[in-house]
C-alpha cells in the first residue's frame, strides 16, 4: 500500500500561520504502527515466551509457516523442536489494516541431558581418606547432594555444583565401626520433576571388613597387610604402609629413636581390632622354624595378584589368588630407608626383597636392639652365585634368628602382617 504526505492548514492567529502534516495510506488512511523489542525469553527445548512492544492490542505471530492470531503483547510458542534455530515475526491490526512485518529470531534449548561415571562403589575401604573423583557428562546446571547428610556425615562432597560437562569429589572418613552406605544424588537444577536425577550407591566395609585370616600350624594370620593404622589394605597383592618398630603412625621419622620391648599388643601396634602383630616364635612358627616349603610369584606370572612375591604354606606351589588353597601370600615389598626416605625393594642381582616385623625383639641380636622379620631375598627366576632356580621351583626359606640380615634394623620402615589375637 503506497504512503503519501499530506499537508494540512491548521489555523492563523495574529499573522502567524501554522501547518500541521500526517502520513497517509495512498487511501488517506494513517498506518499501523510496527511492532518493536521484540524479545524471545523463558527458552526451553521446546517453547520460548515471545513479546513485543505495539500500539495496537491485536497482533498476527508468525512461525515458519503459521501464523496465529494474538491479543496482548506476549505469545508462549510451543511443540517446538530442540536446538533449532527459529525466525519469528508479528504485525499490528487495526480493523482490517496491517502495520509491516518486524522480525527476530531464537534457538530452542537442548534436551537437558545429565549422567556419571559410577553409579556404585562397592566395598570402600575402612581407611581414612578415600576419595572417588566423579565425572559428570550433560548439557544441564547440576548439584551433587549426600541424601540425609546429617545422618551420614562421614560422607562429604568437594565441588559440588557444575554447569555442563564437570566433576566432583566424594569424600569418605574412616569406619570406626560396622558396615555402612550411602547414597550421593546427582540432580538437574533446572529439570525439577527429578527425572534426570543420578544416584550414586557407596558401601564402606567395617573396620575388619570381614577378614577372618587363614590358620598356618596353628596360627590365624591376616590374609593382607596393614594399611593406615587399625586397617587392612583391599587386597593381598597391596603393600600397605610402611612403620618403623614401635610405631603406630605409617612413614618414617629419621629422627625417631625406637622403643626397647614388645610392640605387639602394646598401644603402638597398628593390627586392626581382633589383631596384633606377630610375634618372634609365631614367625618361626609360620616358616617351620628355618624351614619352610613356600612358592616365588613374579609379578608377570599369573595366579598371583600381580606383584612378586611369596606363597606360604603347606600348598604354596598351587596356591592362586582364585584359590589360595590355605595359604597367604605377602608381597615382596621392600623396605623405606628412613635416612633417605628411598625404597629399597631390589638389589643388582635383580633379588627382590621383603621385609615384615615381628612385634617381639629378636633374643639372639638383642645386644644390638634389633627385632625378628620376615626377610625375602628372591626374584624369579633368579641367578645369584652361579646357581639358577626356575620360576616354578619350590624353595627353603631361612628366615631368623640370623645374624646375616642387617642385624633386624628397627629404624627402617616395613610391611607389616598380623594374626589374630
Known sequence: MKKQKIWILAFAVCGLTFIASCDKND???????????????????????????????????????ATHPVTGAAYTASELTPNTAYTWQVRAKNGDRYSEWATSSFTTAETPA??????NIANVPANDGSHYSIVVTGNTAWVAEVDEASEHDWCTITGATGE??????????????????????????NVPDGTLDREIALAQVSVNDGETGVTIAGITWATRNVNGAGYFTNSPGEAGQYYQYGRNEAGVNAAYTPAAGAWSESATDPCPAGWRLPTEPEILTLTGDHNMIFSWRSSAAGGNYGVDGLWFGANAANATAANPQG??????????????????????????????????????????????????????????SGVSFPETATYFLICPPMSWFGMGDKYIASSLRCVKR
Do not use: H
Open 327 to 384: 595359604c597367604i601370600f605377602l608381597p615382596a615389598a621392600g623396605y623405606i630407608d628412613p635416612s633417605t626416605g628411598e625404597m629399597i625393594n631390589q638389589d643388582s642381582d635383580g633379588v627382590w626383597y621383603g621385609y615384615y616385623y615381628a612385634g617381639t625383639e629378636n633374643t639372639d641380636l638383642s645386644g644390638y636392639g634389633a627385632t625378628a622379620y620376615l626377610y625375602l631375598t628372591f626374584a624369579g627366576p633368579l641367578t645369584k
Open 27 to 65: 487511501d488517506g488512511e494513517t498506518p499501523v504502527a510496527t511492532p518493536s523489542n521484540l524479545t524471545a525469553s523463558d527458552i526451553t527445548p521446546t517453547g520460548a515466551v515471545l513479546s513485543w512492544t505495539s500500539a495496537e492490542p491485536a497482533v498476527e505471530v508468525k512461525i515458519g509457516d
Open 164 to 189: 555442563g560437562n564437570g566433576s566432583f569429589d566424594i569424600n569418605i572418613a574412616k569406619n570406626p565401626a560396622g558396615a555402612r552406605s550411602v547414597t550421593v544424588t546427582v540432580r538437574a537444577t
Open 114 to 119: 545429565l549422567s556419571v561415571s559410577e553409579t
